[in-house]
């Protein structure tokens, strides 16, 4: 199972991004989708999850209400809108997938990411 995840840049404080997670290997309908950050000298941390089907998501405090995730099974592809961006959101994103959104936990990122920068 490979996921690959882009989308990232440099943005100001107050905008938007959309990043997208593409998802090999498998039957992505299996997994739940979940986003996962990695802000410099923080642990990583996990912002968002959708179960299999998009019928349930979750978010933590600190993005609930500025990201939304989805997904598009069809395509094998999820993605994580974000928008009011701060520079608190500076990170690299990963992707990850997990049987549970309960079991979702930071080390389950997976590849390279996709470096998020917002200026002030």
């Known amino acids: 199972v490979q996921l690959q995840a882009s989308g990232g840049g440099l943005v100001q404080a107050g905008g938007s991004l959309r990043l997208s997670c593409i998802f090999s290997?498998?039957?992505?309908?299996?997994?739940?989708l979940g986003w996962i950050r990695q802000a410099p000298e923080k642990e990583r941390e996990v912002v968002s999850c959708?179960?299999?089907?998009?019928?349930?998501?979750f978010y933590s405090d600190s993005v609930k209400g500025r990201f939304t995730i989805s997904r598009d099974n069809a395509k094998n592809t999820g993605y994580l809108q974000m928008n009011a961006l701060k520079p608190d959101d500076t990170a690299v994103y990963y992707c990850?997938?997990?049987?549970?959104?309960?079991?979702?936990?930071?080390?389950?990122?997976r590849g390279k990411g996709t470096q998020v920068t917002v200026s002030s």
């Open positions: 990850a997938i997990e049987r549970h959104c309960a079991l979702l936990r930071p080390s389950d990122a």
């Open positions: 290997g498998d039957t992505l309908e299996d997994y739940v």
């Open positions: 959708i179960d299999h089907r998009g019928d349930r998501t």
